[in-house]
């Protein structure tokens, strides 16, 4: 456990084992007394909270490794889902994610970011509270009444650019996405909180639609939480074991598309991230899903079954073998192909942090189901939930949709002209968006994350900034 927090890679090709692997891997943390969250992209993972029945090919398993001590039970699960439908709501708030983050989840262009770094900048000075998307729809529609506010970044909130982010808005209210930004927002230390038996609490987010049809609101959410995590958690060390273990399964989706100014950010913070006792294990098809910079870092590697039919893809099995630090008692490349389901080659760290010789190993099967719950089973356990009533209600307070709302008809002052000795978020980001509208605005927008500053700035950049809660 010591060496936990130096992040892993569950990897292999469809129908290989992953998911009981991850399901374990779950168990083993757990009973540690160690947190974890995953998401359930197939729904299966949601067995953790029932006691195993084995039976067939996993009962034999279970007879062959009698010093386990397999003891069927269920484990204490949290089921959270961002819709609130299969589990609690999970929501967090505009300004906490910020515009980076958002800019990414909305796939804006350049000069569509630099509008809504202006937009976050007139929140900020103005003191709109940006809670959920009807609040940002609300300042954009002001400031195209309202032009002054803008000053001097006037030139980049143009009436083509306003329009391009409410259609994005738009979009992302058709994938169901609004419901992810709201209060009562997430509480991380309740992602800490252990079991009533001393386990650590495991945390499901059901992500087995999110996934396929909005899967950009999936992996900024993961990125959220990864940077959320950096930003609040104290620093730990060298601790004996970690607080918290993340699974992010179909870890490709958090790199796809994603700007290289925010991968960038990505590849730091996780580097950075062990300190703070947190583990980030990431599951995926193949290890080539992950950047170099990323695959790097990772001490633990467990490799279920490849196939390779392709060139290419026989090229990319070499590059797996390689990953390896080579056993002499067999041939890594050639197993590679030859394993079977519930098999795995499986690369640690030894004692001084250096690779240890890969082995191949059976997957001891997970002392909870394998397999969902029924809809009544996951019904109960929502209720039994010591999270039960803290979330599942939405709150509406008072921010920027209802502040604007009560202004309509009011006078509007010009923006202020900053202070020099101010080090707001707003001046910061006015530094920034100067330089945009005076140069090329894509060259300004990439060297975002170096200019600006520390209020509304939330997601990777304000945890690495350093960035304040409202």
């Known amino acids: 456990m010591r060496?936990?927090?130096?992040?892993?890679?569950?990897?292999?090709?469809?129908?290989?084992?992953?998911?009981?692997?991850?399901?374990?891997?779950?168990?083993?943390?757990?009973?540690?007394?160690?947190?974890?969250f995953a998401a359930d992209v197939k729904g299966d993972l949601c067995g953790l909270g029932a006691a195993g029945a084995p039976q067939g090919k996993v009962a034999e398993r279970i007879a062959g490794m009698p010093w386990l001590g397999h003891t069927p039970r269920a484990y204490p699960v949290s089921l959270w889902d961002i819709a609130g439908q299969s589990g609690h709501p999970l929501r967090t708030?505009?300004?906490?994610?910020?515009?980076?983050?958002?800019?990414?989840?909305?796939?804006?262009?350049?000069s569509q970011q630099a509008a809504l770094y202006a937009a976050f900048k007139v929140a900020d000075r103005e003191g709109l509270l940006l809670l959920d998307l009807k609040d940002l729809k609300a300042l954009l529609a002001h400031l195209k009444d309202n032009p002054q506010l803008l000053g001097e970044d006037s030139a980049l909130m143009t009436t083509a650019s306003t329009q391009a982010l409410l259609r994005r808005l738009a979009t992302?209210?058709?994938?169901?996405?609004?419901?992810?930004?709201?209060e009562p927002a997430l509480q991380l230390e309740d992602l800490l909180r252990p079991g009533p038996d001393g386990r650590g609490r495991i945390h499901l987010l059901d992500a087995s639609r999110l996934v396929h049809e909005a899967p950009k609101v999936y992996a900024t959410f993961l990125l959220w939480l990864l940077a959320e995590l950096f930003e609040q958690l104290p620093e730990r060390g060298d601790a004996d074991k970690p607080v918290l273990a993340l699974f992010f399964d179909e870890a490709h989706l958090l790199f796809n598309g994603t700007p290289?100014?925010?991968q960038d950010r990505l590849e730091q913070v996780v580097r950075l991230i062990r300190s703070k006792g947190v583990g980030v294990y990431f599951v995926t098809q193949s290890p080539g899903d992950l950047p170099d910079a990323v695959l790097a870092q990772l001490g633990l590697r467990i490799q279920h079954g490849l196939r390779a039919f392709t060139a290419k893809e026989q090229k990319s099995l070499r590059a797996v073998a390689d990953g390896f630090r080579p056993n002499p008692a067999?041939?890594?490349?050639?197993?590679?192909?030859?394993?079977?389901?519930?098999?795995?080659?499986?690369?640690?760290?030894?004692?001084?942090?250096?690779?240890?010789?890969v082995q191949r190993v059976l997957v001891a099967p997970p002392q909870s189901r394998i397999g969902p719950l029924s809809a009544a089973e996951r019904s109960a356990l929502i209720a039994a939930s010591p999270l039960a009533g803290r979330y599942d209600k939405p709150v509406d307070r008072e921010s920027a949709y209802e502040m604007l709302t009560q202004r309509k008809g009011e006078a509007v002052e010009p923006a202020p002209q900053p202070k020099a000795d101010e080090d707001s978020f707003a001046d910061k980001a006015g530094d920034f968006l100067q330089s945009a509208a005076g140069q090329a605005i894509k060259s300004a927008v990439r060297q975002a994350a170096n200019q600006l500053g520390r209020q509304l700035v939330r997601g990777l950049m304000g945890s690495l900034l350093g960035g304040k809660k409202r």
């Open 3 to 36: 060496l936990a927090n130096r992040h892993g890679l569950v990897a292999g090709a469809t129908g290989t084992g992953k998911t009981v692997t991850l399901q374990h891997l779950a168990e083993v943390f757990s009973d540690a007394g160690v947190a974890v």
């Open 93 to 110: 708030t505009l300004s906490e994610m910020g515009p980076l983050l958002l800019g990414n989840l909305l796939e804006l262009t350049d």
């Open 172 to 182: 992302l209210e058709q994938q169901g996405a609004e419901a992810l930004f709201g």
């Open 260 to 262: 290289k100014a925010l």
């Open 330 to 357: 067999f041939d890594t490349l050639a197993v590679l192909t030859e394993l079977g389901i519930g098999e795995a080659l499986v690369g640690t760290l030894e004692e001084k942090g250096t690779p240890a010789m």
